[in-house]
Protein backbone atom coordinates (compact mmCIF):
# COMPACT_ATOMS: atom_id res chain seq x y z
CA UNK A 1 0.00 0.00 0.00
CA UNK A 2 1.27 3.48 -0.91
CA UNK A 3 1.79 5.95 2.52
CA UNK A 4 -0.96 8.12 3.44
CA UNK A 5 -1.00 11.16 5.95
CA UNK A 6 -4.51 12.23 7.27
CA UNK A 7 -5.26 15.90 8.93
CA UNK A 8 -8.50 17.30 10.31
CA UNK A 9 -9.00 20.88 9.81
CA UNK A 10 -11.44 22.71 12.01
CA UNK A 11 -13.77 24.52 9.97
CA UNK A 12 -17.14 26.17 10.82
CA UNK A 13 -17.91 28.00 13.72
CA UNK A 14 -14.55 28.24 14.08
CA UNK A 15 -13.38 29.21 10.53
CA UNK A 16 -15.34 30.14 7.77
CA UNK A 17 -15.85 27.62 4.31
CA UNK A 18 -13.40 29.77 2.53
CA UNK A 19 -10.19 30.57 5.30
CA UNK A 20 -10.44 26.68 6.03
CA UNK A 21 -9.62 26.02 1.90
CA UNK A 22 -7.30 28.67 2.80
CA UNK A 23 -6.01 27.25 5.39
CA UNK A 24 -5.69 23.35 4.03
CA UNK A 25 -4.14 25.61 0.48
CA UNK A 26 -1.36 26.27 2.95
CA UNK A 27 -0.89 22.96 4.13
CA UNK A 28 -0.91 21.66 0.71
CA UNK A 29 1.46 24.08 -0.73
CA UNK A 30 3.92 24.36 2.43
CA UNK A 31 3.24 27.92 2.59
CA UNK A 32 5.29 28.52 -0.83
CA UNK A 33 3.92 30.47 -3.85
CA UNK A 34 4.08 27.72 -6.37
CA UNK A 35 1.88 27.54 -9.75
CA UNK A 36 0.08 24.83 -7.61
CA UNK A 37 -1.10 27.02 -5.18
CA UNK A 38 -2.00 29.55 -8.31
CA UNK A 39 -4.52 26.56 -9.18
CA UNK A 40 -5.89 26.06 -5.28
CA UNK A 41 -6.17 29.53 -5.14
CA UNK A 42 -8.07 29.98 -8.76
CA UNK A 43 -10.75 26.88 -7.54
CA UNK A 44 -11.44 28.50 -3.48
CA UNK A 45 -15.00 29.96 -4.25
CA UNK A 46 -15.65 26.40 -5.25
CA UNK A 47 -14.00 24.74 -2.55
CA UNK A 48 -15.39 26.99 -0.35
CA UNK A 49 -18.95 25.87 -1.57
CA UNK A 50 -17.73 21.88 -0.48
CA UNK A 51 -16.38 22.77 2.24
CA UNK A 52 -19.65 24.69 3.58
CA UNK A 53 -21.69 22.11 2.50
CA UNK A 54 -19.55 19.56 4.67
CA UNK A 55 -18.82 17.18 2.56
CA UNK A 56 -14.93 16.73 3.45
CA UNK A 57 -16.86 15.42 6.96
CA UNK A 58 -16.67 12.15 6.18
CA UNK A 59 -15.36 12.02 2.67
CA UNK A 60 -11.78 13.02 2.13
CA UNK A 61 -9.82 16.16 -0.01
CA UNK A 62 -7.50 13.81 -1.63
CA UNK A 63 -3.85 14.88 -3.06
CA UNK A 64 -2.15 12.56 -4.74
CA UNK A 65 1.44 13.53 -5.85
CA UNK A 66 4.79 11.35 -6.86
CA UNK A 67 4.97 10.67 -3.30
CA UNK A 68 2.64 10.03 -0.52
CA UNK A 69 -1.68 11.02 -0.51
CA UNK A 70 -2.69 13.48 1.44
CA UNK A 71 -6.52 12.90 2.71
CA UNK A 72 -8.28 16.08 4.44
CA UNK A 73 -11.37 15.76 6.40
CA UNK A 74 -13.11 18.77 7.90
CA UNK A 75 -14.61 19.17 11.62
CA UNK A 76 -17.56 21.20 11.73
CA UNK A 77 -20.07 22.41 14.57
CA UNK A 78 -19.11 21.60 18.14
CA UNK A 79 -15.69 19.45 17.61
CA UNK A 80 -14.71 22.57 15.63
CA UNK A 81 -15.23 24.80 18.21
CA UNK A 82 -13.33 22.75 21.30
CA UNK A 83 -11.04 21.52 18.71
CA UNK A 84 -11.32 17.62 18.98
CA UNK A 85 -9.90 15.35 16.06
CA UNK A 86 -8.20 18.71 15.20
CA UNK A 87 -4.83 17.69 12.80
CA UNK A 88 -3.44 20.75 10.98
CA UNK A 89 0.15 19.69 11.93
CA UNK A 90 2.40 20.37 8.60
CA UNK A 91 3.56 17.63 6.70
CA UNK A 92 7.33 15.74 5.96
CA UNK A 93 7.01 15.72 2.53
CA UNK A 94 5.65 18.11 -0.49
CA UNK A 95 2.08 16.83 -0.60
CA UNK A 96 2.10 18.62 -4.32
CA UNK A 97 5.38 16.91 -5.52
CA UNK A 98 5.68 15.60 -9.32
CA UNK A 99 2.55 14.76 -11.33
CA UNK A 100 0.20 16.29 -8.52
CA UNK A 101 -4.02 16.11 -8.31
CA UNK A 102 -6.60 16.82 -6.07
CA UNK A 103 -10.28 15.38 -5.84
CA UNK A 104 -12.57 17.04 -3.95
CA UNK A 105 -15.43 15.49 -2.32
CA UNK A 106 -18.95 16.91 -3.07
CA UNK A 107 -22.76 16.27 -2.40
CA UNK A 108 -24.51 14.78 -5.58
CA UNK A 109 -26.72 17.45 -5.80
CA UNK A 110 -23.75 19.49 -6.68
CA UNK A 111 -21.74 16.85 -8.22
CA UNK A 112 -22.61 18.59 -11.62
CA UNK A 113 -21.99 22.47 -11.64
CA UNK A 114 -18.72 21.85 -9.56
CA UNK A 115 -17.28 19.31 -12.29
CA UNK A 116 -18.17 21.91 -14.48
CA UNK A 117 -16.74 24.74 -13.04
CA UNK A 118 -13.34 22.57 -12.03
CA UNK A 119 -13.08 22.00 -15.22
CA UNK A 120 -12.43 25.73 -16.49
CA UNK A 121 -9.30 25.45 -14.22
CA UNK A 122 -7.68 22.57 -15.80
CA UNK A 123 -7.66 18.81 -14.83
CA UNK A 124 -5.65 18.53 -12.14
CA UNK A 125 -8.61 19.43 -9.31
CA UNK A 126 -11.61 17.10 -9.92
CA UNK A 127 -14.73 16.20 -8.14
CA UNK A 128 -16.58 12.93 -6.89
CA UNK A 129 -19.32 12.14 -5.52
CA UNK A 130 -19.15 12.16 -1.39
CA UNK A 131 -20.87 8.87 -1.77
CA UNK A 132 -17.82 7.26 -4.07
CA UNK A 133 -15.02 5.15 -2.23
CA UNK A 134 -11.26 6.38 -2.55
CA UNK A 135 -9.12 3.54 -3.20
CA UNK A 136 -5.52 3.19 -2.14
CA UNK A 137 -3.66 2.15 -4.81
CA UNK A 138 -0.45 -0.61 -4.04
CA UNK A 139 2.55 0.25 -5.14
CA UNK A 140 4.55 -2.32 -7.32
CA UNK A 141 7.61 -2.79 -8.91
CA UNK A 142 8.99 -4.46 -11.38
CA UNK A 143 12.49 -4.76 -9.67
CA UNK A 144 13.17 -7.96 -7.00
CA UNK A 145 13.87 -6.81 -3.37
CA UNK A 146 17.79 -8.56 -3.09
CA UNK A 147 19.46 -8.45 0.18
CA UNK A 148 22.88 -7.63 0.15
CA UNK A 149 24.62 -8.46 3.81
CA UNK A 150 28.28 -7.10 2.59
CA UNK A 151 26.44 -3.71 2.15
CA UNK A 152 24.26 -4.24 4.82
CA UNK A 153 27.55 -5.17 7.72
CA UNK A 154 29.52 -3.03 5.87
CA UNK A 155 32.31 -5.39 5.20
Excluded at 60 to 71: E, H, K, L, Q, S
Amino acid sequence: MSTVARRNFRSTPHRDSMDTWLAIVELLTRGERTEAKDVLLSIKGIAASVIADQAPKDAPIVATCDGPRTRVYCIYDDDAIDGTGENEASLGYNPLNGDWAVSLPCQDSDLPWVQSALKAHGDRITARSVNDKVVEMAVTSNAALVFDPKGFLGS
